[in-house]
């Protein structure tokens, strides 16, 4: 064999297969891709924290709207109060509350027992609120699930099967849930 030297051009065209895999560029190729997912990611958190703060500094601007009562409802608190001058059972007090996109009276506390019972005229005089006994549980249930405590609104009379509370000027009483008395609606 002859000793021949050969000489290659190693110079390659721009563009070549040799170029574009070569490991610099492929390190700006790759970094384009999730560098730029990356930034667009902390955009868009950066948007999402931008509109809850937003929708937050909104909510503390808000001033509330005060309590309107219409007639014949009558206010306390919170709280707009519709007396009904008809007589029935619980049940149907409840129906004619629902009618009225109100419910039975849910009393809180004993001040609002107190505020309640101010405005109730005549001696003797029984309204339905929204609470009954549940045979389940044996227990004394307002209407939107929650039990009576009874350390700080009393039921006086007897704890029956069939009772639910009625309210008077002078009593938080146990009464019969078929008895015809009037009821008070409340809406908030």
């Not at 000489?7 to 492929?26: D, K």
């Not at 970094?31 to 909510?59: E, M, N, S, V, Y």
């Not at 505020?115 to 045979?135: A, D």
Request: a positive charge; glycine letters at 6%; charged letters at 20%.
């Amino acid at each position: 064999m002859d000793n021949q030297t050969i000489y290659v051009n190693s110079t390659l065209p721009r563009g070549s297969a040799i170029e574009r895999s070569s490991p610099s560029s492929l390190r700006q190729n790759v970094c384009r891709g999730p560098c730029q997912h990356k930034f667009a990611w902390k955009l868009g958190c950066a948007w999402i924290i931008l509109l809850a703060l937003t929708l937050i500094g909104l909510k503390l601007s808000e001033r509330p709207v005060p309590l309107t009562c219409p007639m014949p409802w009558q206010q306390i608190r919170d709280k707009c109060l519709y007396f009904h001058e008809a007589f029935k059972p619980w049940n149907d007090s409840l129906a004619d509350c629902s009618t009225r996109e109100s419910s039975l009276l849910l009393i809180q506390d004993k001040e609002e027992l107190r505020l309640i019972q101010n405005l109730i005229n005549k001696e003797g005089m029984l309204f339905w609120v929204g609470l009954n006994f549940t045979l389940p549980e044996k227990k004394w249930k307002w209407i939107n699930g929650y039990f009576l405590n009874s350390n700080i609104l009393p039921v006086s009379g007897d704890v029956k099967e069939d009772g639910c509370v009625c309210l008077s000027r002078t009593q938080f009483i146990s009464d019969y849930c078929a008895v015809r008395n009037r009821g008070i609606c409340q809406k908030n």
